[in-house]
DNA sequence: GTGTTTTACTTTATTTATGAAAGGAGTGCA
DNA sequence: TGCACTCCTTTCATAAATAAAGTAAAACAC
């Protein structure tokens, strides 16, 4: 389905999602037309989803990065569902799982004390287990 | 630090970074050379990270997105990362956690049979729990 | 209040990239 | 051998990026 081309270019466009056709071509061995052509059919075939910016949380003044996970109390888990609507500044991901829990979130916050609020507001509608992120990698 | 035309470039650069400038422009009434330079400043401040590509993994057959949480039993980690530095082709990311372990890994795997050859292979490491994620949202 | 500097922008002109079209090389197949 | 298909290159018209110059408004010194 992906010859080592179509891999390079996925690797180059991770790396640089802003390479001209030109420069992406010279890293993969071909020309502009032809590396644009099979970019297309990335996309067509939906393998390229999209091109996204990295933004440097810290300097938007998110210094807190936490996953929580949820267990719900009730069955009825829209109460929940809705808080974390309300919430959506903070939330980076909400992910459904099998095992410890019902739900994982990732999150970012401003502070700890935006980050206490937070939990305090959530534990009206489920309990949870909170790791907070000190280093990647 | 950023005014209202900054934030909304970089809402539109995380829906599409490969906007060319002229276009971004127009989304955020500016010429194309006023919003490069503006862009340009966002890179050197160090807000712009990077650009890089939304790749949808089932596409290239990564069908189990997982959560481990790492719980070593030796207080010497560096085996349990060197044995991770082995098994880069799945891990996502890797952060260091205070909470209920020491780590918690985000991986991708082929299959559940993957999985399970890496949690094996684990297990000579650390204890760990597991999360399987069944939907995002 | 006046003159100066700075900042952020527009306009213009040159350079560079894109994208469409045509053509060629290699492969599979009747 | 001849045909169809795929994937590429080359060429060229169009569009975008970029550098440079000029403008307008705000910040600041005196």
């Known amino acids: 389905m992906l010859d080592n081309t179509d891999k390079n270019i996925l690797e180059e466009l ?12 010279e890293k993969v061995h071909l020309t502009g037309p032809a590396v644009s052509a099979r970019v ?3 996309e067509d075939q939906g393998i390229i989803e999209g091109y996204a910016i990295k933004i440097n949380p810290a300097k938007l003044g998110l210094f807190v990065h936490a996953f929580i996970t949820i267990i719900t109390q009730s069955t009825n888990h829209q109460p929940y569902l809705s808080f974390l609507k309300s919430q959506e500044q903070y939330i980076i991901h909400h992910y459904k799982i099998s095992g410890d829990g ?11 004390e935006k980050l206490n609020d937070f939990l305090e507001a959530l534990n009206h509608y489920a309990n949870y287990k909170l790791s907070i992120v000190i280093n990647e990698k």
């Open 14 to 25: 991770s790396k640089n999602s802003r390479l001209t056709m030109k420069e992406l071509g």
């Open 102 to 112: 019902c739900y994982l979130l990732e999150c970012r916050f401003p502070s700890n």
């Open 40 to 42: 297309a059919k990335l």
